[in-house]
C-alpha cells in the first residue's frame, strides 16, 4: 500500500515524500483511514512503528479541509504528551508536515519560562502538543481555552499514568467539548488504561501493532556479569574496540550521570549527559549534538528512554540495569529504528541479579553472556546464609521489614539518638 491509496491530499503526500517515506508503516496504514472518518481510537504500538505520523497526517488534513478565515487563534487539536521531549518531537513533525499548509503548531511544556509559550498561544495555534502539568497551569491563568478542540489525543497514556498525570489528564479531558474525536496510543493496554479509555472514547476502533520484526528481534543483546568498581573501565573498553559510532549510555542517578561523563572525556571519548538537572534548552542542544555526531556517547538517566527518536544510534549500554523490567524494553529500544539492527549491552553487578532475573522473565529470554572481557565474573547470585536470608547488602540497606520489625528498630533508633545526644551534651 502507498500514502496516495490513504487518501491523503497532494500537499502532505508532496510533504511525506520530502521527508524520505516511502510506505506507511502497520499504524498508519491502519490509523489513518479510520481517523479520516472522524473514528475514535484506542492504538496499542510501541516507539519507532510511526504512530506520531499515523495521528498527525489525518488531523492535519481535517484541519485543512474545514479551516475557516479569521478562526486561527482557536485551539483545534490538543495533543498529550508525558515528556518535553516527546512533546517537542511530536510538535517538529506536525511543523514538518504542514510546511506548506497553513496548520499552525506550539508546543507547551514545563522547564522553560512561559513568556514565550503564552505569545505563540496569543498569536494563535491550530495544534497545542503538551505536557500535563504546563497545560494546567496556563489552564489556570486563564491563557488558554480549549473550548474549540475538535481532535483530542493522548500519546504515550501509560507513561502518564505511570508519571502520576492521571487526574490532570481528567481535568483536561473535562475542559474539551464532548463532541470531539479521540484518539489514545499506549505501548501497553493494562486495565487501568482501558479504565480510562472507557470514560474518554466513544465506541473506539482498537487497533494493536505487533511488528514482524519487534525491537527485541533486531537487537543483538547481551550481558556482561562485572563488579560494580570495574563498570567504567570495561564500557571504556567497549567504546574504544567495539564497533561503536555512537551510544546512549543509561545509569540510575543524574550524579552518576555526570561523573562518568567526565571520566569518559578525561579518557578522550567525546561525552554529554542529559538528565533532569539540565534546562529544556541545555537537553536541546545536548541532543542535537549527540544527533549530528558531533559527541559519540551521551549518559543519560530513564528520563531519555521514552519519547527521543535518534537516528542511527548504534548502541544502547545498560551501565545500571533497570529498576523495572518495563524500562528494559523502553530503553534499549532506543536503537534498531526503523528496521534497522542495533546492539544492546547491559552490565550486570552482584547487586543487580533479581534486576537481571525480572528483565529476562519481562522479555521471556536469557540474555546471551558475553564472557570475553578482562572484568569477567561467575555469574552473579545473590548469597545465602542458612536461613536463607540474603547477605552482603549496602549500609542502611535494611530491605523490606514486617511490621513488627520496622516498629521494633525505629523504637531502637529513636533510643539510641536520645542516648548519643545525652553523651554529647555532658
Partial sequence: MTFAELTLNQTLLDAITKGGYETPTPIQE???????????MLGSAQTGTGKTAAFALPIIQKIQDSKRHGDTKHVRALVLAPTRELALQIKDNFVIYSK??????????????????????????????ATPGRLMDLMNQGVIRLDKVEYFVLDEADRMLDMGFIDDVKKIA????????????????????????SA???SPIRIEINPENTPLDTINQSVYFVKRNDKAALLSDILFKEAVTSALVFVRTKHGANDLAKLLNSSGVLTDTIHGNKTQGQRQRTLKSFKQGRVKVLVATDIAS?????????????????????????????????GKE?????????????LLKAVQKHIQMRLPVEADHRFKIEKPEKKQNKKGKGKG???????KFSKNSKK????????????????QGK
Avoid: W
Avoid at 542495533?342 to 533479581?354: K, L, M, Q, Y
Fill in 200 to 202: 474518554l472514547l466513544t
Fill in 306 to 338: 521514552r519519547g527521543i527518536d535518534i537516528d542511527d544510534l548504534s548502541h544502547v549500554i545498560n551501565y545500571d540495569m533497570p529498576e523495572s523490567a518495563e524500562t528494559y524494553v523502553h530503553r534499549i529500544g532506543r536503537t534498531a529504528r526503523a
Fill in 174 to 197: 473535562k475542559s474539551v467539548p464532548n463532541k470531539r474525536q479521540t484518539m489514545l496510543f499506549s505501548a501497553t493496554i493494562p486495565k487501568s488504561i482501558e479504565k480510562l479509555a
Fill in 30 to 40: 491502519k490509523a489513518i483511514p479510520h481517523i479520516l472518518k472522524g473514528k475514535d
Fill in 342 to 354: 542495533g546492539v544492546s549491552i547491559s552490565f550486570c553487578s552482584p547487586r543487580e541479579s533479581h
Fill in 408 to 423: 521494633n528498630y525505629e523504637s531502637k533508633a529513636k533510643k539510641y539518638k536520645v542516648k548519643r545526644r545525652s553523651y
Fill in 100 to 129: 506548506d499548509i497553513k496548520v499552525r503548531t506550539t508546543a507547551i511544556y514545563g522547564g522553560v519560562p512561559k513568556r514565550k509559550q503564552i505569545q505563540a498561544l496569543k498569536r494563535g495555534a491550530d495544534v497545542v502538543v
Fill in 393 to 399: 547488602k549496602k549500609s542502611g540497606d535494611f530491605g
